[in-house]
């Protein structure tokens, strides 16, 4: 289930479908429920705040529900305590605020995503030009796709031990007309390489300073 058919709940819902996932879709709004009909398996109006709507939508049977609803802090909250009351296994949630964020973390959400916030930090890497790809996680880990800084190259990173002078883990290499090889301590690093490293957000930040 899909709650909330603005431009991030009707992009996720069609993104599923398109990878084979049954979607029932959910907004309030007649209007948005009627442009959108036709588009997904099921699209209904329903008000996802109200408890006894959502049990005749069969919403403790499915296995996840994304609450994509994010300005209106206050149907937000709520249709998370009804879906949590109504045991769905996983519920997602959209958040706008560091609060909005913190409140369903404390209701029990199982994911809480903030997508205007995280692609804002990972554009912003990538603006900088100190990281030709960017993603970080919850809990402060980040992996990072990066050039090769000098301190590596022409030796094996058994010899030039990133994780030990710089905190950080190189998970993959990638050189002209090759995919991405998985790095082992035998890993010879090359100037024109491309690495993907992890660990801390701070660590992989600083790391690809260096190129």
């Known amino acids: 289930m899909v709650i909330g ?8 819902a069609l993104e599923l479908m398109a990878q084979g996932d049954e979607v029932l879709a959910v907004d309030i709004e007649a209007k948005v429920v009627q442009s959108l009909s036709g588009q997904f398996t099921h699209v209904v109006q329903a008000d996802s705040t109200d408890e006894e709507a959502m049990r005749q939508l069969s919403v403790h049977e499915l296995n996840h529900a ?26 997602w949630a959209k958040a706008i605020s560091h609060e909005h964020a913190r409140i369903l973390h404390q209701l029990g959400v199982h994911h809480v995503v903030r997508p205007e916030h995280d692609m804002g930090r990972r554009v912003a890497h990538l603006v900088r030009g100190t990281m030709l790809d960017y993603i970080e996680f919850e809990d402060g880990y980040a992996i990072a796709k990066s050039g090769a800084p000098e301190c590596l190259h022409g030796l094996p990173l058994e010899k030039s031990r990133p994780r030990a002078s710089y905190g950080v883990t190189v998970v993959g290499v990638k050189r002209s007309g090759t995919g991405f090889i998985h790095a082992t301590s035998d890993t010879v690093v090359h100037r024109d390489d491309v690495l993907i490293v992890s660990g801390p957000r701070s660590k992989v930040e600083e790391f690809c300073t260096l190129v």
């Open 5 to 12: 058919l603005g431009r991030f709940g009707t992009s996720l």
């Open 66 to 91: 994304v609450i994509g609803v994010g300005s209106n802090l206050e149907s937000s909250i709520l249709t998370a305590s009804v879906l949590l009351s109504l045991g769905v296994r996983n519920v």
